[in-house]
């Protein structure tokens, strides 16, 4: 598929992109959580600065992704660790 004009809109700026057209709806739907985000912390903190907003946003998604990453890592890890168990397991049944 080829690529696309689209419009998003974050924190009231708008960005001309071109995207696939498989990660449209993605881009969207990315733009729409980071707005949502900012209008929450806007509602709940005494900060209205748009680049503190869009700074606290930022932090929130970096930090959820470093989190997934390390648990994904770790599972990565513990199923290496089974396989190689498993592993162990099958060479000793089968050099009997």
Do not use: C, W
Not at 72 to 84: F, G, M, R
């Amino acid at each position: 598929m080829g690529e696309i004009s689209i419009k998003i809109t974050i924190s009231d700026r708008i960005y001309p992109l071109k995207v696939s057209t498989e990660e449209e709806e993605i881009v969207r739907r990315a733009a729409k959580i980071i707005n949502e985000r900012i209008k929450d912390y806007q509602e709940n903190y005494a900060v209205r600065d748009k680049q503190d907003l869009l700074s606290m946003a930022v932090l929130h998604y970096a930090t959820a992704v470093l989190r997934v990453e390390n648990k994904v890592q770790n599972q990565d890890t513990a199923v290496a660790e089974k396989v190689e168990e498993l592993d162990s397991l099958l060479n000793g049944f089968f050099t009997k």
